[in-house]
């Protein structure tokens, strides 16, 4: 960690987006984080990402665990409400807080360490009970907080900056979510912001658990040679299957494009998606395909990146509970409490 | 070896051993059900092992005139329809008392007793005489037996099939074989045996208002009246049948008439770490929410609990306690999680604990809970036991006050955020250690970082040991608001007394009916919650020595007594059980009695 004092992070202009509202108001307190770590990038595609939705920071609730990555909630959004856990927690967190309000927007931000070590149980849970949420991994391979040990996301035989070379295979948090019927799985890359925010706004608007695993160096442990996390390396390995454009309701499909080359996904909200291909043999729209292609690629070396799988369909956590249209802790007190008629029915059923 | 089964009307145990899984349990509900019905105020204790079929296990019903709740630790009817615990059984018999056995086959050489009256009854045969398929057989035999205890203890006939016909509805076939089977059993009692016995039931009066109800299903409704529309939680005995119970009462009072959806949701979740975190996410956002475990997922959550405790989230948690860790067993109730519940998590860390006696109290404590848990903003821990839980008490009918409103504690609306320059979420404004706090979604103005150890008065972030050390004392006096506004010990007094005692939870009814029979007067005080009422030093205080009853091996209260307490720790004599099973009036007396004989303190022995 470095503590040298950088300028607060600042957006240029006077653009105000249709609430009237500043790219500065979507803005947080001053980053504590090394100059350069790829998490910063994260934290300003965030920004400009709600900012260019149009969502009013008071409607989002931000949640995150414990790491470097964890802390830059606070760095973004500043009139929004957030919560930093425990280690590993931020899944449950987000489940309980989701269930009470399901009109908000959840983002949750947590770091390789935190999702795939200590709480690869909750994130995979998450995943499962299709929580609508964005779920960001920011992924540079070590513990960034506690000084460079290796997390579970570390490639087989990448270097550490002790020189110690990583003996076990990764958990790859994108396989996982694949494998456990995750609708909405994307990666990315930190250093890639053209990518970066579309896949932020697709994953905001979408109905369900999105997950997002954006590659986000760490300059101080893993951004040297022999590192498969470090700047370098993902951009020589770098390959897009799919750009992802973000179209607003209110917005029109004003890109041309040709009959099959852009598929277009529309959002319960009217919003859309725009798929296009950018390798031909890819088919985001089929789990096993994308499975096998990654793997595929993997084994040469290569990132896959992009919106990989896509499902509109799927219920979250709200459908399969039934549960109310109205937010659970807007139901006033008698529409929670049966009254003293029933708890005398009780008394004759309990003698 | 307990006492002689004695002449007595609406005064006795009767023990029933049988298989888990041979669908025994209706049948002694039916039997316990009828036995109320009469107005004869009765408890039913399981005693069950972890396992679903096949392991032996047994239900005790204790009938009692005087309305003691306690397990009384003497048998004077054993139904022993387990050859395989049978010898056992027959040795639990207080002299003087029956046994009665299946004796469809002859257990000659085992019946080597001649200070209980035994009473065989061919259940088995007399079942596949009537009834055709193997498993009505086994159901039936059960009913069998209910009949004979019927004529034994002469219990009305009709009663029971009104308890009978009640239960099964319109399912006439079923109605008139079980009421065939108890009537087998009946019949052959009458025939063979002098009924009814000199130990037996007589009408009474005193049980109208009386409803046969488990803690954790009285826990369960009390959820659901304080208004609380989320639960999160991982299945363990003891108190798995709480959230079945709160689903259920959800299910039928919770669902939205025109849309036919939930006005509650309820996540199983992947451990206890996740459903506390669930339990806080959804407190933290405006719904009353709640989890329920028992020891193992106490230390699971207690990482969240501290984190709840320093970020101020309320969240209410019940610890249905059972004996741990591990297997062996967890089917059996405990007082051992005082400690644990009490300080759970790493740092300067305490929760406010509240300890329900009874099914009343659970129900009544449940609501409690959610109100301090909100006006105090902070985890509330309902520290119950497998006894109060999971066996079935008579409990004065539960009363609903239409007019009461949950208290949600300090909460800022968006009017008074419009109106407020800027919002601080851990400025203590009042004075007594609570700040406001604000809903996400509601106002821009409201927004604040919730985290754990690091945050300073106005919410920002901070490592400044000042500012920490302030947060720390302002905890403390929170706290000490906390002290006044849990509810009170209760204190019964008598004339001359110059000892006391002090119990909590299920302990309670075995003191108060050990208190009945001691020729000493003795006060009592129970403690109902945690930190201790400005009470509980004073009786200690004015006490020469003080009794400390509980169900535990290392005396937590005791513990808990001289942590937080400055009281004189010479005077406190501990009372302890811990062998799993619901602590008897005996066993308290017998402590007090050997403490009676000791020399005192300093004086030549
Ligand atoms: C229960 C617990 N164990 C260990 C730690 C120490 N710890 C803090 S951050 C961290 C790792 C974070 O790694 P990652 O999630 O990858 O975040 P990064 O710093 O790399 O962004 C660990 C192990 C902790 N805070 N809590
Ligand atoms: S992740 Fe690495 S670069 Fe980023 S703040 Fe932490 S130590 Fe510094
Ligand atoms: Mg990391």
Known sequence: MSYITKPRLSYSGRKRNKLGLAMRDYEGGMSTLCAGCGHDSITAALIQAFFELNIPPERVVKLSGIGCSSKTPAYFLNASHGINAVHGRMPALATGANAANRDLYYIGVSGDGDSLSIGLGQFGHAIRRNLNMLYIIENNGVYGLTKGQFSASADKGSKAKTGEINAQPPIDPVLMALSLGGAFVARSFSGDKQQLVPLIKAGLMHQGFALLDVISPCVTFNDHDGSTKSYVYTREHFHETIHTDFVLAADEITVEYDEGEVVPVDLHDGSHILLRKVAPDYEPKDRGNAISYIQHHQEKGEIVTGLLYLDEQAGDLHTTSNTIDQPLNELSYDKLCPGADALEEIFEAYR | MSKTAKNSINDCVIKLATVNGTGSASANALLTKTILRLGIPVTGKNFFPSNIQGLPTWYEIRISKDGYDARSGQVDIMVAMNAQTYAQDRDEVSPGGYLLYDSTWPRDNVLSRNDITLLGIPLARMCNEVFAGARECVLMKNMAYVGALAALLDIDMKAIEEVVQERFGKKEELIASNLRAIRLGHDFAVEN???????????????????????????????VYAGAAFAAWYPITPSTSLMDAFAKFCGKYRTDPDTGKNRFCIVQAEDELAAIGMALGASWNGVRAFSATSGPGISLMSELLGFAYYAEVPVVLFDVQRVGPSTGLPTRTQQGDLLACAYASHGDTRHVLLFPANPTECFYLAVKAFDLAERLQTPVIVVSDLDIGMNDWTCPKLAWHEDYRPDRGK?????????????????????????????????????????????????????????????????????????????????????????????????????????????????????????????????????ERVFVVEQNRDAQLKSLLTLELNVNKRKLIS???????????????????????????????
């Not at chain 2, 059980?577 to 005192?600: A, S």
């Open chain 2, 193 to 223: 045996f002098q009924c009814p016995l000199p130990v037996r039931t007589r009408p009474m009066d005193k049980a109208a208002d009386l409803m046969m109800i488990d803690g954790n299903t009285a826990a369960a409704l009390g959820c």
């Open chain 2, 411 to 543: 909460i800022l609306s968006v009017e008074e955020l419009e109106d407020l320059e800027t919002f601080y979420r851990y400025h203590d404004k009042d004075g007594d250690g609570i700040c406001y706090r604000t809903y996400p979604g509601v106002h821009p103005k409201g927004a604040y970082f919730a985290r754990g150890s690091g945050h300073n008065e106005y919410g920002a972030y901070t490592e400044d040991p000042a500012e920490y050390q302030k947060l720390l004392d302002r905890l403390r006096q929170k706290w000490e608001t906390a002290a006044g506004l849990v509810p009170e010990p209760i204190i019964k007094r008598k004339r001359g007394a110059t000892s006391g005692v002090i119990a909590l939870g299920s302990s309670d009814c075995a003191v108060t009916e050990m208190l009945d029979k001691l020729d000493e007067p003795m006060d009592y005080m129970r403690i109902r919650g945690f930190p201790f009422d400005a009470r509980v030093e004073k009786f200690i205080d004015s006490h």
């Open chain 2, 575 to 605: 009372i302890l059980h811990y062998d799993g099973f619901p602590i008897t009036p005996d066993h308290v007396l017998d402590g007090i009695n050997e403490v009676g004989d000791m020399p005192e303190e300093g004086s030549a022995a």
